[in-house]
Protein backbone atom coordinates (compact mmCIF):
# COMPACT_ATOMS: atom_id res chain seq x y z
CA UNK A 1 0.00 0.00 0.00
CA UNK A 2 1.41 3.52 -0.98
CA UNK A 3 0.47 6.16 1.49
CA UNK A 4 0.86 9.83 0.27
CA UNK A 5 0.30 13.25 1.80
CA UNK A 6 -1.18 15.47 -0.86
CA UNK A 7 1.10 18.39 0.41
CA UNK A 8 4.49 16.33 0.02
CA UNK A 9 3.93 16.00 -3.85
CA UNK A 10 3.79 18.60 -6.21
CA UNK A 11 0.30 19.03 -7.63
CA UNK A 12 0.82 17.55 -11.04
CA UNK A 13 1.52 14.29 -9.82
CA UNK A 14 -1.19 14.73 -6.90
CA UNK A 15 -3.65 15.51 -10.16
CA UNK A 16 -2.37 12.49 -12.37
CA UNK A 17 -3.64 10.63 -8.95
CA UNK A 18 -6.53 12.26 -8.69
CA UNK A 19 -7.95 11.77 -12.12
CA UNK A 20 -6.38 8.32 -12.50
CA UNK A 21 -8.54 6.82 -9.44
CA UNK A 22 -11.78 8.72 -9.85
CA UNK A 23 -12.90 7.55 -12.71
CA UNK A 24 -15.09 7.00 -15.32
CA UNK A 25 -15.86 10.80 -14.81
CA UNK A 26 -18.91 11.89 -17.19
CA UNK A 27 -18.03 15.33 -19.25
CA UNK A 28 -19.42 19.00 -19.30
CA UNK A 29 -19.20 19.83 -22.55
CA UNK A 30 -19.95 23.88 -21.46
CA UNK A 31 -20.58 26.69 -24.23
CA UNK A 32 -20.63 30.19 -22.90
CA UNK A 33 -20.53 33.73 -24.18
CA UNK A 34 -18.77 36.78 -22.80
CA UNK A 35 -19.97 40.31 -22.18
CA UNK A 36 -19.33 40.91 -26.07
CA UNK A 37 -21.08 37.73 -27.11
CA UNK A 38 -18.04 36.12 -28.20
CA UNK A 39 -18.65 32.03 -28.12
CA UNK A 40 -16.99 29.87 -26.28
CA UNK A 41 -17.10 25.97 -26.08
CA UNK A 42 -14.98 24.09 -24.02
CA UNK A 43 -15.15 20.22 -21.98
CA UNK A 44 -14.69 19.55 -18.48
CA UNK A 45 -14.32 16.84 -16.68
CA UNK A 46 -15.05 17.48 -13.07
CA UNK A 47 -18.54 17.52 -13.69
CA UNK A 48 -22.18 16.11 -12.21
CA UNK A 49 -25.34 16.23 -11.60
CA UNK A 50 -26.07 17.32 -8.17
CA UNK A 51 -29.83 18.11 -7.09
CA UNK A 52 -33.23 17.02 -9.45
CA UNK A 53 -35.86 19.61 -7.18
CA UNK A 54 -33.97 22.08 -8.42
CA UNK A 55 -32.04 20.24 -11.33
CA UNK A 56 -28.62 21.31 -10.23
CA UNK A 57 -25.33 20.81 -12.43
CA UNK A 58 -22.24 21.63 -10.78
CA UNK A 59 -18.70 21.66 -13.13
CA UNK A 60 -15.42 23.22 -12.31
CA UNK A 61 -12.95 24.87 -14.96
CA UNK A 62 -9.88 24.81 -12.69
CA UNK A 63 -6.62 27.25 -13.06
CA UNK A 64 -3.94 26.02 -14.49
CA UNK A 65 -1.11 23.98 -12.77
CA UNK A 66 1.23 24.76 -15.15
CA UNK A 67 0.59 28.73 -15.08
CA UNK A 68 -1.86 29.47 -12.56
CA UNK A 69 -4.26 31.37 -15.54
CA UNK A 70 -7.97 30.70 -15.58
CA UNK A 71 -9.87 29.57 -18.35
CA UNK A 72 -12.14 31.63 -20.59
CA UNK A 73 -15.15 29.43 -19.32
CA UNK A 74 -14.60 30.67 -16.03
CA UNK A 75 -14.07 34.27 -17.32
CA UNK A 76 -17.45 34.18 -20.11
CA UNK A 77 -19.11 32.43 -16.77
CA UNK A 78 -18.17 35.75 -14.36
CA UNK A 79 -19.57 38.22 -17.12
CA UNK A 80 -22.91 36.40 -18.01
CA UNK A 81 -23.81 33.83 -15.56
CA UNK A 82 -25.37 31.44 -18.47
CA UNK A 83 -24.21 28.13 -19.81
CA UNK A 84 -25.31 25.47 -22.31
CA UNK A 85 -23.96 21.99 -20.66
CA UNK A 86 -23.92 19.49 -23.89
CA UNK A 87 -23.65 16.06 -23.20
CA UNK A 88 -20.83 14.32 -25.02
CA UNK A 89 -21.54 10.83 -27.29
CA UNK A 90 -18.95 8.83 -28.92
CA UNK A 91 -19.69 9.98 -32.31
CA UNK A 92 -18.42 13.24 -31.57
CA UNK A 93 -15.23 12.66 -29.29
CA UNK A 94 -12.46 13.42 -31.55
CA UNK A 95 -14.47 17.11 -32.24
CA UNK A 96 -14.57 17.75 -28.57
CA UNK A 97 -11.40 16.58 -27.93
CA UNK A 98 -9.81 18.81 -30.84
CA UNK A 99 -12.07 21.41 -28.73
CA UNK A 100 -10.14 21.66 -25.73
CA UNK A 101 -7.01 22.87 -27.11
CA UNK A 102 -5.83 26.37 -26.27
CA UNK A 103 -6.79 28.65 -28.51
CA UNK A 104 -6.62 32.23 -28.23
CA UNK A 105 -9.30 33.87 -26.61
CA UNK A 106 -12.44 35.23 -29.09
CA UNK A 107 -11.34 31.62 -31.36
CA UNK A 108 -14.53 30.06 -32.00
CA UNK A 109 -14.06 26.80 -30.89
CA UNK A 110 -17.48 25.45 -32.44
CA UNK A 111 -15.58 26.89 -35.70
CA UNK A 112 -12.75 24.80 -34.68
CA UNK A 113 -14.14 21.86 -33.83
CA UNK A 114 -16.39 21.48 -36.95
CA UNK A 115 -19.80 21.54 -34.07
CA UNK A 116 -22.67 23.64 -35.64
CA UNK A 117 -24.36 26.64 -33.09
CA UNK A 118 -28.18 26.63 -32.39
CA UNK A 119 -29.53 29.17 -30.58
CA UNK A 120 -30.77 28.21 -26.83
CA UNK A 121 -34.79 29.20 -26.13
CA UNK A 122 -33.83 31.01 -23.10
CA UNK A 123 -30.30 31.90 -22.44
CA UNK A 124 -27.56 33.79 -24.58
CA UNK A 125 -24.97 30.86 -25.10
CA UNK A 126 -25.34 28.70 -28.21
CA UNK A 127 -26.12 24.80 -27.91
CA UNK A 128 -23.95 22.14 -30.00
CA UNK A 129 -26.35 20.73 -32.69
CA UNK A 130 -24.59 17.46 -32.66
CA UNK A 131 -25.07 17.12 -28.66
CA UNK A 132 -27.52 14.11 -27.41
CA UNK A 133 -29.04 16.54 -24.66
CA UNK A 134 -28.65 19.71 -24.39
CA UNK A 135 -29.37 21.65 -20.85
CA UNK A 136 -29.60 25.06 -20.73
CA UNK A 137 -28.68 26.78 -17.36
CA UNK A 138 -28.36 29.65 -15.33
CA UNK A 139 -25.69 30.03 -13.06
CA UNK A 140 -26.83 30.48 -9.44
CA UNK A 141 -23.25 30.51 -8.05
CA UNK A 142 -19.33 30.19 -8.68
CA UNK A 143 -17.38 29.79 -5.72
CA UNK A 144 -13.38 29.75 -5.55
CA UNK A 145 -11.64 26.98 -3.85
CA UNK A 146 -8.38 28.48 -3.70
CA UNK A 147 -5.92 31.14 -5.50
CA UNK A 148 -3.48 28.79 -6.67
CA UNK A 149 -2.59 26.47 -10.00
CA UNK A 150 -4.85 23.18 -9.83
CA UNK A 151 -7.69 25.13 -7.27
CA UNK A 152 -11.17 24.36 -8.86
CA UNK A 153 -14.20 26.82 -9.34
CA UNK A 154 -17.54 25.73 -8.59
CA UNK A 155 -19.69 27.09 -11.01
CA UNK A 156 -23.54 25.67 -9.83
CA UNK A 157 -25.48 25.41 -12.32
CA UNK A 158 -29.51 25.97 -12.58
CA UNK A 159 -31.12 23.74 -15.65
CA UNK A 160 -33.98 26.37 -16.62
CA UNK A 161 -34.39 24.01 -20.48
CA UNK A 162 -33.89 20.22 -21.49
CA UNK A 163 -33.31 19.49 -25.33
CA UNK A 164 -33.10 15.57 -26.02
CA UNK A 165 -33.05 13.70 -29.23
CA UNK A 166 -35.48 11.17 -29.97
CA UNK A 167 -33.27 8.77 -31.34
CA UNK A 168 -31.77 8.39 -27.48
CA UNK A 169 -34.97 7.07 -26.12
CA UNK A 170 -35.79 3.42 -25.64
CA UNK A 171 -39.32 1.50 -25.83
CA UNK A 172 -39.49 2.58 -22.31
CA UNK A 173 -39.58 6.19 -22.57
CA UNK A 174 -36.35 6.19 -20.78
CA UNK A 175 -33.01 6.94 -21.88
CA UNK A 176 -31.10 3.99 -23.27
CA UNK A 177 -27.78 4.04 -22.69
CA UNK A 178 -26.61 2.03 -25.56
CA UNK A 179 -28.33 4.57 -27.93
CA UNK A 180 -26.85 7.87 -26.19
CA UNK A 181 -23.78 6.13 -26.32
CA UNK A 182 -22.13 8.97 -23.91
CA UNK A 183 -18.24 8.88 -23.12
CA UNK A 184 -16.29 9.56 -20.02
CA UNK A 185 -13.16 9.92 -18.90
CA UNK A 186 -10.22 8.86 -16.82
CA UNK A 187 -6.97 9.42 -16.14
CA UNK A 188 -3.79 10.37 -18.87
CA UNK A 189 -5.20 9.87 -22.58
CA UNK A 190 -8.41 7.40 -21.34
CA UNK A 191 -11.94 7.26 -22.24
CA UNK A 192 -14.87 5.08 -21.71
CA UNK A 193 -17.41 4.46 -23.51
CA UNK A 194 -20.97 3.62 -21.94
CA UNK A 195 -21.83 0.71 -24.27
CA UNK A 196 -18.23 -1.08 -25.69
CA UNK A 197 -15.26 -0.05 -22.97
CA UNK A 198 -12.16 2.05 -22.86
CA UNK A 199 -10.12 3.94 -25.63
CA UNK A 200 -7.84 6.57 -26.06
CA UNK A 201 -7.72 9.92 -27.85
CA UNK A 202 -4.54 12.07 -27.28
CA UNK A 203 -5.41 15.43 -25.69
CA UNK A 204 -4.27 18.45 -27.22
CA UNK A 205 -1.94 20.06 -24.90
CA UNK A 206 1.31 20.86 -26.42
CA UNK A 207 -0.71 21.53 -30.13
CA UNK A 208 -2.59 24.17 -31.78
CA UNK A 209 -4.53 22.11 -34.15
CA UNK A 210 -5.47 23.67 -37.77
CA UNK A 211 -8.68 22.90 -36.95
CA UNK A 212 -12.04 21.54 -38.99
CA UNK A 213 -12.80 24.90 -40.12
CA UNK A 214 -9.53 25.17 -41.66
CA UNK A 215 -10.14 21.65 -43.87
CA UNK A 216 -10.03 21.79 -47.64
CA UNK A 217 -13.72 22.41 -48.73
CA UNK A 218 -14.00 18.65 -50.55
CA UNK A 219 -12.64 16.62 -47.04
CA UNK A 220 -14.99 19.05 -44.60
CA UNK A 221 -18.01 17.82 -47.21
CA UNK A 222 -17.14 14.38 -47.71
CA UNK A 223 -19.55 11.80 -47.38
CA UNK A 224 -17.74 9.58 -46.60
CA UNK A 225 -15.48 10.94 -43.55
CA UNK A 226 -17.43 11.07 -40.01
CA UNK A 227 -17.50 14.15 -37.48
CA UNK A 228 -14.68 12.09 -35.46
CA UNK A 229 -12.64 11.71 -38.27
CA UNK A 230 -12.80 15.57 -39.19
CA UNK A 231 -11.52 15.92 -35.64
CA UNK A 232 -8.45 13.81 -36.09
CA UNK A 233 -7.46 15.78 -39.28
CA UNK A 234 -7.83 19.05 -37.60
CA UNK A 235 -6.29 18.06 -34.79
CA UNK A 236 -2.85 18.53 -36.72
CA UNK A 237 -0.55 20.97 -36.87
CA UNK A 238 0.99 21.52 -40.53
CA UNK A 239 0.28 19.76 -43.70
CA UNK A 240 2.45 17.37 -44.91
CA UNK A 241 4.70 18.73 -47.74
CA UNK A 242 4.37 18.07 -51.45
CA UNK A 243 7.77 16.17 -51.22
CA UNK A 244 6.45 14.19 -48.28
CA UNK A 245 3.18 13.20 -50.07
CA UNK A 246 4.44 11.74 -53.64
CA UNK A 247 7.35 9.79 -51.79
CA UNK A 248 4.46 8.24 -50.09
CA UNK A 249 1.79 7.43 -52.76
CA UNK A 250 5.00 5.81 -55.06
CA UNK A 251 5.85 4.10 -52.83
CA UNK A 252 2.64 2.20 -53.07
CA UNK A 253 1.54 0.97 -56.16
CA UNK A 254 -2.30 0.00 -54.41
CA UNK A 255 -2.34 3.94 -53.83
CA UNK A 256 -0.65 4.79 -56.74
CA UNK A 257 -3.29 3.53 -58.70
CA UNK A 258 -6.25 4.41 -55.76
CA UNK A 259 -4.96 7.58 -56.48
CA UNK A 260 -5.23 7.43 -60.52
CA UNK A 261 -8.41 6.58 -60.71
CA UNK A 262 -9.82 10.34 -58.75
CA UNK A 263 -12.88 8.87 -56.80
CA UNK A 264 -13.10 10.79 -54.39
CA UNK A 265 -15.11 8.31 -52.44
CA UNK A 266 -13.02 5.06 -52.54
CA UNK A 267 -10.04 7.37 -51.48
CA UNK A 268 -11.50 8.45 -48.39
CA UNK A 269 -12.73 5.44 -47.45
CA UNK A 270 -9.14 4.48 -47.74
CA UNK A 271 -7.80 7.55 -45.71
CA UNK A 272 -10.91 6.51 -42.74
CA UNK A 273 -9.07 2.85 -42.67
CA UNK A 274 -5.67 5.14 -42.22
CA UNK A 275 -7.45 7.24 -39.58
CA UNK A 276 -8.86 4.08 -37.62
CA UNK A 277 -5.39 2.49 -37.04
CA UNK A 278 -4.51 6.07 -35.65
CA UNK A 279 -2.33 6.97 -38.76
CA UNK A 280 -3.55 10.28 -39.11
CA UNK A 281 -0.33 11.66 -41.21
CA UNK A 282 -0.78 8.76 -43.89
CA UNK A 283 -4.05 10.06 -43.97
CA UNK A 284 -3.36 13.45 -44.97
CA UNK A 285 -0.62 12.44 -47.57
CA UNK A 286 -3.35 10.22 -49.26
CA UNK A 287 -6.08 12.99 -49.09
CA UNK A 288 -3.56 15.59 -50.45
CA UNK A 289 -2.35 13.92 -53.06
CA UNK A 290 -3.06 15.22 -56.93
CA UNK A 291 -2.30 12.61 -59.31
Same mark, same amino acid.
Given at each position: ?????????????? *??????????? @????????????? $??????????????? &??????? &??????????????????? $?????????????????????? #??????????????????????? @???????????????????????????????????????????????????? &? *???????????????????????? @?? @????? %???????? #? !????????????? %???????????? !??????????? #??? *??????????? *????? #???????????????????
Amino acid at each position: MISISPQDIPVGKL *HGYLLGSVAPR @PIAFASTVDKDGN $VNLSPFSFFNVFSAN &PPILVFS &PARRGRDNTTKHTYENILQ $VPEVVINIVSYAMVQQMSLSST #EYAKGVNEFKKAGFTEMASEIIK @PPRVAEAPVQMECKVNEVISLGANGGAGNLVICEVVKIHMMEHIFGEDGHID &P *HKIDTVSRLGDNWYGRAKEGLFQV @PK @PLTTL %GIGVDSLP #E !EIKNSTVLTGNDL %GMLGNVENFPSG !EEVDAFINASE #ELK *HLASQKNSVAI *HRRAQ #EFLCEGKVNEAWKLLLYKA
